[in-house]
């Protein structure tokens, strides 16, 4: 639990200062079991919390880069929305931008 040493040492302390009786009236019959258990849970946690910062990350990346081609759009680029609003596929906005340079 190298990177988790917080919450191993409180895992461990609580589990030294119980009894078995304790522990078992909390339903902790196995407690290498249990500590693997709380191991994978805390692990879990953080691959969660990571996911979510860099999904954070990426999002404020994906806002920069619209801003960025919405300010190229309004000034240069053909619209990559048809009329109904929908994205254009990769051939229809190659036709289009090549219609657009040729004009």
């Known amino acids: 639990m190298g990177n988790m040493p917080e919450q191993a040492n409180r895992l461990i302390y609580f589990l ?3 009894t078995k009786e304790q522990l078992a009236a ?3 019959r196995d407690i290498i079991g249990t500590v693997l258990i709380v191991k994978k849970v805390l692990t879990m946690r953080n691959f969660i919390q ?3 910062r860099k999904c954070q990350e990426m999002q404020i990346e994906i806002n920069d880069f619209t801003e960025k081609f919405t300010v190229l759009q309004q000034k240069v680029l053909p619209s990559l929305l048809t009329s109904s609003q929908r994205l254009l596929t990769r051939e229809q906005y ?3 931008v090549n ?3 040729t004009n």
Do not use: A, M
Request: hydrophobic residues 25%; proline residues 0%.
């Open 16 to 18: 030294n200062t119980h």
């Open 26 to 28: 909390l339903d902790i």
């Open 50 to 52: 990571n996911l979510e």
């Open 94 to 96: 190659s036709h289009r």
């Open 99 to 101: 219609t657009y340079v």
